[in-house]
T-cell receptor, first 119, second 113 residues
Framework: AAGVIQSPRHLIKEKRETATLKCYPIPRHDTVYWYQQGPGQDPQFLIS???????DKGSIPDRFSAQQFSDYHSELNMSSLELGDSALYFC??????????????????FGPGTRLTVT | AQSVTQLGSHVSVSEGALVLLRCNYS??????LFWYVQYPNQGLQLLLKYTSAATLVKGINGFEAEFKKSETSFHLTKPSAHMSDAAEYFC???????????FGAGTILRVKS
């Protein structure tokens, strides 16, 4: 079965550089979530999109922005990178309505993550 | 705000022994609760979820969890640990709307042979 695809899997950037992380949801999933997991920490919700519109916002720095495109893939743009941005960034996708053989709340399927290292 | 607390950052059991990972939730309304597993360098995989349909929830890989409202708990259990169960386990709560997940700090399960 198709899974959530994230690219790149690993990314090394220097301070003050920019980075773009991409997420390709499972086909027919219209909701995408971004989470940040620092070393030894639990995942923290950043932002989510439903049908290309931002649906919820968590602890996302102003230096970060994200969007969901017409094909439902999403990109997380990170500027002025700081050492503290080094983390594993997960994308998850889920369907939003019935017809997907799931009970509410709909399960989030996580991608393998992008490991960002800022030096 | 809804939150979950996982008791014990590390749990060690012998192979074949009972696995018990503890999670308590804080919510003013009936919550949606989840257990996820994360293997090293991998994403999170859903083990099971509580949606109020039944208090005892069975998941994958022989895991189950029981929702106890009186104790505000949703502990994860498995009767017999296997070496392949060694991983980090996260309890999570969702307010329902928007579906975002709020995770606990995680419990690393070690299985000794």
């Amino acid at each position: 079965a198709a899974g959530v695809i994230q690219s790149p899997r690993h990314l090394i950037k220097e301070k003050r550089e920019t980075a773009t992380l991409k997420c390709y949801p499972i086909p027919r999933h219209d909701t995408v979530y971004w989470y940040q997991q620092g070393p030894g920490q639990d995942p923290q919700f950043l932002i989510s999109f439903y049908e290309k519109m931002q649906s919820d916002k968590g602890s996302i720095p102003d230096r970060f922005s994200a969007q969901q495109f017409s094909d439902y893939h999403s990109e997380l743009n990170m500027s002025s990178l700081e050492l503290g941005d080094s983390a594993l960034y997960f994308c998850a996708s889920s369907p939003s309505g019935p017809g997907h053989r799931q009970t509410y709340p709909y399960e989030q399927y996580f991608g393998p993550g992008t490991r960002l290292t800022v030096t | 705000a809804q939150s979950v607390t996982q008791l014990g950052s590390h749990v060690s059991v012998s192979e074949g022994a009972l696995v018990l990972l503890r999670c308590n939730y804080s919510s003013s309304v009936p919550p949606y609760l989840f257990w996820y597993v994360q293997y090293p360098n991998q994403g999170l995989q859903l083990l099971l979820k509580y949606t109020s349909a039944a208090t005892l929830v069975k998941g994958i890989n022989g895991f189950e969890a029981e929702f106890k409202k009186s104790e505000t708990s949703f502990h994860l259990t498995k009767p017999s640990a296997h070496m392949s169960d060694a991983a980090e386990y996260f309890c999570a709560v969702s307010p329902g709307y928007g579906n975002k997940l709020v995770f606990g700090a995680g419990t690393i399960l070690r299985v000794k042979s």
